[in-house]
């Protein structure tokens, strides 16, 4: 089953994170100023404007990620279940 990994690379203002299936990455998404997308292959699949400004609100976070996934597993062609896991790198590395 294909699994979609959400490396962030930074935490706030902008949030975002790179988009890896299957060990390759092939997206990207951001939060910044209110709008947020969703990116495949350089193609924007998805996009919105949560309530967060630079980064998610703790209630929103998984609602908006679990929809910009979708959208990444339909344009990517996967039927599965949308699965996906976060890696957050500790702060020493978010800040260089």
């Not at 299936?21 to 404007?49: N, P, Q, S, T, W």
Request: charged letters at 30%; proline letters at 4%.
């Amino acid at each position: 089953m294909s699994r979609i990994k959400l490396v962030q690379t930074c935490g706030a203002c902008p949030e975002q994170y790179d988009v890896y299936i299957d060990g390759e990455k092939l997206g990207y998404m951001r939060l910044r100023h209110g709008y947020f997308r969703a990116e495949y292959c350089g193609e924007v699949v998805f996009e919105g404007y949560p309530r967060g400004d630079g980064c998610f609100d703790v209630e929103e976070k998984t609602l908006w990620l679990n929809r910009a996934c979708s959208a990444i597993f339909e344009k990517h062609n996967l039927s599965s279940v949308p699965l996906y896991e976060i890696e957050v790198p500790n702060e020493d590395e978010l800040s260089e």
